[in-house]
Structure formats: C-alpha cells, structure tokens
C-alpha cells in the first residue's frame, strides 16, 4: 500500500485544507505564468512584460500570472484561466492592453 502524505494549503478564501495523497503522486507548486513563457515561450515574453508595465504590477499579478497558459498564432491569440471571474476581468478590463500589447485581432478566453 502506498505511503500517505498530508499537505496543508490555504484556499482562495484564505482557510486551511489538508489534503491526503499517496507517494505515487506528485505535487508541484504553481509556477507563475511570466517564468514559464521565459523557459518555454520566449518569444511572448517581451509582450508579456509590455502589458505588465501598461496595467500596473498589481494586475498583472492577479489576472495574468496566474493564467494556466496563452498561445499565440500569427494575429490570433488564446488565455487559459482556471476561473470564470478572470476571464470576465479580463474581457472587461484588459482587451484593448492585450490587443496592443501582443498584435493581435482576436483574442479567446477559455476557462478550463
């Protein structure tokens, strides 16, 4: 039988879970957005740090590097988010910045 481990986190509403896994799994912490685009998408990264400086850093932290990706193709582009209200944020707030920022024509919100 697989050994259990117990973590302790602290949900969006700031109370502490504790959650039972076996060893065979494996938990990483979240890697903000702008470190993976750096290691994985360089060349996103320059209008990635364009639209930080054009929202403000307290934004940026909040909306865009928690997103779980963005893909860019020629004058298209896709966001990733894992929750509803940011997509809304996002499409309320931040469309033109995004447009601006990365060239594009359109853009897509998806929340999975």
Do not use: W
């Not at 117990?6 to 065979?24: C, F, H, Q, V, W």
């Not at 996002?90 to 469309?95: E, G």
């Amino acid at each position: 039988m697989d050994k259990k481990y117990r973590m302790i986190e602290t949900n969006d509403l700031g109370k502490e879970i504790s959650i039972e896994y076996p060893d065979a799994f494996i938990v990483e912490k979240f890697t903000p957005l702008i470190e993976r685009i750096e290691a994985n998408k360089p060349k996103l990264l320059e209008p990635l740090k364009n639209l930080r400086n054009e929202i403000g850093e307290d934004d940026f932290e909040k909306y865009f590097n928690t997103l779980l990706d963005i893909k860019k193709f020629e004058n298209k582009m896709m966001i990733t988010t894992d929750r509803n209200i940011n997509r809304s944020i996002i499409t309320r707030q931040f469309m033109d910045n995004i447009h601006r920022c990365f060239d594009v024509d359109s853009v897509r919100i998806v929340v999975q």
